[in-house]
């Protein structure tokens, strides 16, 4: 019981979500010992529902051989396309199978946010849980999934449920680079052209409507919502990863089309103006913040509803280079 109580204070000391997430698979593992321990988050995408590996376990002494039918990696994929998964999701209760690889069994176990499934951990064993190892599991997950919604209450956007500006910097910090070839993260800065106005017009009950709106239409748009931010007031973040110049700009060009063509109840037609950059190794969030910010100010003076690229301009003779990578500017 000590080493119980030991594991789940250890636990929920944790505020960085990727270290509580493997720590979350190297308890279960050290509690129930698996061949394999992954936790699958699930993204709803364009009203597809699909799903990521979000961390793995493998046993070192078993190799935890992979499941050939998913793919490999973090990519997306849709739900249905793993069954035990699909079950599950939908069932919202564990379930488990034989694997028939040696009498291993595979089970299944939902998390939810209170109303609807976000995450489901695979457990891949070559004997079946107890009952009271099953109950653990479950009471784990439910100690996992609270301590998220600790963390969410002060890392999230009250109003929209993204990501708030304090979190930006670690989140920028965690952004992978890939200097030596066309393809590097981006960052984006959105802007919601005469949001003023809709304020001054309608009030600001449905100023907060068309941005918890606003808000959606960018989940639907990017897979990765920890990588969506409200800024503040109608300012917006989004962080890409591994993309082009031109990739960056036809998701980005997509999500404004998607905004200039939804019905906002009451206020009507609402647009955004986007300015990116590519973010490159030495990079602070700062720095890169400040490149994409220039690009959006050239969007809203050349008539907003627009995506515009630092690098592009730039390029183009059409604003300086001011900003250099790692420089500080200030955002607070």
Known sequence: MGHIIDTVANLTDLRDRNALIDTLLSVFQGLIGASRLTLWSVVR???????????EFV?????????????????????EMCAHLHDCFHSSEPLSRPTGAGGAICYVFPVTDG????????????????????????GMLRIYR?????LDYGDCD?????????????????????GGSARYPCLAVVDIDHFKRVNDSFGHPFGDEVLVLFAGLLRESFTDHER????????????????????????????????EAFPFPQVGPITASIGYTQVIPGDSGASAFGRADAALYV??????????????????????GKIAVGQDVELF
């Open 59 to 79: 046993s070192l002494h078993t190799g935890g051989a992979e499941d050939d039918a998913l793919p490999l990696g973090n990519r997306l994929f849709p739900l």
């Open 228 to 259: 969506l931010f409200r800024f503040g007031g109608e300012e917006f973040l989004i962080m890409l990863e591994n993309v082009t110049v031109q990739e960056a700009f036809e998701a980005l060009d997509s999500f404004r089309e998607q905004v």
């Open 158 to 178: 009250e109003l929209t449920g993204l990501r708030n500006r304090r979190t930006f910097h670690d989140s920028f910090a965690r952004l992978g680079s890939y």
């Open 299 to 320: 969007a809203k003076q050349s008539g907003r509803n627009q995506v515009r690229s630092h690098e592009i301009l730039v390029a183009d003779g059409l604003i300086q």
């Open 115 to 138: 109303h609807e499934v976000i995450d489901l951990l695979e457990i891949v064993r070559s004997a079946a849980l107890s009952p009271e190892q099953e109950r653990m599991v479950t």
């Open 146 to 150: 609270n301590h998220l919604g600790i």
């Open 45 to 55: 995408h364009n009203g597809a529902l699909l799903v990521r590996r979000r961390a």
